[in-house]
């Protein structure tokens, strides 16, 4: 009788330890997240690159770089989502504002580093009208562990924009 009950906490014991290893919970610690958006006045040097060809009479000040860099620190699996910033950018009032850009994207074990600039038509809108485009704009990290997803964030990026 005793030798039965101790089969049977021995089962119990190991049924709750493979159910446990098979958890699709998040066994890592939080993500250390660093998100920031600005938009600046463009340099001397960065306007030399602007082709204006076509535009009348275009100034230094028509023009803003849009510069984006998100860090996600922490070993969890992911999958990081970045909004089109050519088409966000471009539907403000359907004109094409979108100039030239470029992004990057370094993953490591422990951090994920995804940078965006490009350079944008701003005569004729505001600094409301910009950040408006962007408010429910968002970057969004996907959580998976053995290609099932366990978790899903979203970082606002119109929340995090700064003018300077």
Do not use: H
Request: net charge positive.
């Amino acid at each position: 009788m005793k030798k039965a009950l101790f089969i049977k906490i021995i089962l119990l014991i190991l049924i709750i330890a493979i159910m446990g290893a098979c958890s699709n919970k998040s066994t890592s610690k939080e993500e250390n997240v660093n998100l920031n958006v600005q938009i600046d006045k463009l340099t001397d040097d960065e306007f030399k690159e602007v082709q204006v060809n076509y535009l009348k009479d275009p100034k230094k000040d028509d023009f803003r770089k849009f510069s984006l860099t998100f860090q996600i620190d922490g070993s969890s699996k992911k999958r990081i989502n970045i909004p089109d910033f050519k088409k966000v950018i471009n539907t403000i009032d359907n004109q094409q504002r979108y100039w030239f850009g470029n992004s990057s994207e370094k993953e490591s074990d422990n951090s994920d580093i995804y940078k965006s600039e490009f350079i944008f038509y701003s005569k004729g809108i505001t600094e409301d009208t910009i950040i408006k485009a962007f408010e429910e704009k968002e970057v969004k990290v996907i959580f998976y562990k053995k290609d099932k997803i366990i978790d899903e964030k979203q970082y606002n990026i119109g929340d995090s924009l700064i003018f300077k």
